[in-house]
């Protein structure tokens, strides 16, 4: 007989093709995979011999633990399947093992099924171990709660961050007396969740459904925020979707052009902030004179506006310098009376 073996993605499979039995006559073709949830499967294809006297198990590697399936008995049949898994089977993921260098990171998913399982709650603890010598290991506790009806199948939610406009993006499969969703917003070092707004759900639909909401935030400093789902039904039950984070914050200096231009008597100038800085903007007229100082003063990281108020100048052309570091630059600015 041959025996051959496979790595296929998540799972390893072992096949005896033909193999002879160890003691008397007769050849066995059956399979052996080992998934990498855990979960084992055999599959007897032909078995050409007596098989009254079957011993069918898992066991460690020195004999002294294991699991008896059947002991020497009439327990196998050709095209018969066994499974071996944890109880309940309900969550996979799609790593189990591997190597992170300094500086990078993995995702790792969680899958959840609820197929075959009764109504009630499950729960178990995903551990995750290293060899980082401050935290060999780490702990993860995960549940799930089957119930006979989902209101809402909620199968992402996302975050993204474009300058100080945060846009959130979420999916359904499957809605049920939906009213719609209140979308949620708090700092990291805050307790008090605030919402920002509402979007209307579709009531009742088993199409995928896809949503939006554009968070445009204001433009004073750094943020690090949280934004969460709450879902609301047609009779005033809700609840609410996992937690996304963000850091909203610029990745290098700049200054805007001043807005409204021209403008009469005041306009706004916005500028961005990679790390705190002493910032000094000042407004020059044409003759290169400073005439006002705008800012000058030392700013968190972020994104910040002023106001200038031309009342007492003249009309014509001025030029507002910003200085912050090393970087330096000017915009033109027209004020019209």
Request: net charge negative.
């Amino acid at each position: 007989g041959k025996v051959y073996y496979k790595q296929d993605v998540n799972k390893f499979i072992i096949q005896f093709t033909n193999w002879q039995k160890y003691s008397g006559t007769g050849t066995l073709t059956f399979q052996i995979v080992l998934h990498s949830n855990g979960r084992i499967l055999l599959y007897y294809e032909n078995m050409t011999t007596t098989l009254t006297g079957a011993t069918v198990g898992i066991e460690n590697a020195d004999g002294t633990d294991g699991l008896e399936i059947a002991y020497n008995a009439a327990f196998i049949q050709n095209q018969l399947a066994v499974k071996i898994m944890a109880e309940p089977d309900w969550l996979a993921m799609n790593h189990t093992g591997g190597m992170l260098y300094n500086g990078n990171s993995a995702a790792l998913v969680l899958d959840f099924t609820c197929e075959g399982l009764e109504n009630g709650d499950y729960s178990m603890d995903v551990v995750i171990t290293s060899n980082d010598p401050q935290m060999t290991e780490m702990i993860i506790p995960v549940s799930m709660h089957v119930g006979d009806e989902v209101p809402v199948e909620l199968t992402s939610f996302t975050a993204e961050v474009t300058g100080n406009i945060v846009n959130l993006n979420w999916i359904t499969a499957t809605e049920t007396n939906n009213f719609g969703f209140e979308i949620e917003r708090k700092a990291v070092d805050s307790e008090e969740w605030g919402s920002v707004g509402f979007v209307d759900g579709q009531n009742t639909t088993t199409e995928i459904t896809r949503y939006n909401f554009t968070d445009q935030l204001d433009n004073a400093g750094s943020k690090n925020l949280k934004y969460r789902l709450k879902q609301i039904d047609t009779d005033g039950s809700f609840e609410y979707s996992n937690i996304v984070e963000v850091i909203v914050a610029p990745d290098k200096f700049a200054l805007e052009q001043n807005y409204p231009n021209p403008f009469n008597p005041a306009t706004t100038i916005k500028f961005a902030l990679p790390v705190d800085s002493n910032v000094e903007i000042a407004v020059y007229n044409s003759l290169g004179q400073k005439v006002m100082n705008v800012v000058n003063e030392n700013l968190s990281a972020g994104y910040h506006e002023v106001d200038f108020n031309g009342t007492g100048l003249s009309s014509g052309v001025y030029y507002y310098r910003m200085s912050a570091g090393d970087f330096v630059t000017v915009k033109k600015m027209l004020l019209l009376k």
